[in-house]
């Protein structure tokens, strides 16, 4: 899916640059060329983007113990392997386990329908199939635009021509139909992986080709359980409200420690904080998880 969306970019740069057309093979073969150097750009950010992101899974997904880990470097089956990390998601208040085989499946539709509008345009690109829209700047006049033209065309490549404006159109509405599973996977991903802003990394992944480098940015993060670590959150957040108004926040009597907080685990000193390692990486030399890291931080 990334491959496509990478290579429009280079694409409208290249179309914007380029001057106008004085004949119609100068037209073509510059089209030619604009379609392959965005094709090579393209698959050159979606390489580094898919080993990036396939490692950042892989590594999430060694550490969840999946027997698939392998997935994580495999086109399409890394999205269902970030299903099957993600767990059970809720989907308009309905419960669905297999939202990462529905999300590859999408993407699977995605990509076929965007390659065969490719291979049509390529075949269809043919001077005499073709009429040519015109433009008249001073004393000179350019090529500006092109459209088929239906009986030029062999009767046995005619369907070509309507069969591409329907599916770019179909395309398009099977997009948004992808988006929409992607974002539910996403959510329920980040949930684990990125509690401080899962919508964010879920928007990111699901409406930009940076899929890979998200998933790169938090692979040292480990799982937490959201539920636990908002009902925290909120109590720190109280807590922090509760300082703000002084004393009227302690206790009338004062407590048998005085200012310092009662040991707890029957030791002494400061109490271990039960969340703290929520969205960190529990990768450090003295068994405890440090403090999380912003995800971009390596990038």
Known sequence: MEFFEWMSIPQMVLYYFTPGFNTIDEFLSLDRK???????????????????????????????GEKLAWMAFVPFLNTYLAGRIAGETNIFGIKCKRIGLYAAIAEVVYVALNIFVLVISLTLARPEWNEFTYETVGENVYITGTQYIVSNIPVGLRWMANAEFALEIVAQIWYFVMVLTFCMMFF???????????????FLCSFFPV????????????AVDYQAWM??????????????YGPYSQPPYGTPYGNQQPPQNGGSGTPEEPFGDFGGSNESGNGTPPPPDEPFSDL
């Open 211 to 222: 899929r890979g480098f998200v998933l790169f940015a938090v692979r040292n993060n480990a």
């Open 34 to 64: 604009i379609l392959l150097i965005s094709m090579l750009v393209a698959a050159g950010i979606y390489l580094l983007s898919h080993l990036l992101g396939g490692f950042g899974l892989y590594k999430i997904a060694k550490r969840a």
């Open 188 to 202: 329920a991903f980040f949930r684990k992986y990125y509690a401080r802003s899962p919508f964010l990394m879920a």
């Open 231 to 244: 009902q925290e959150r909120i109590r720190r957040m109280q807590q922090q409200q509760q300082q703000m």
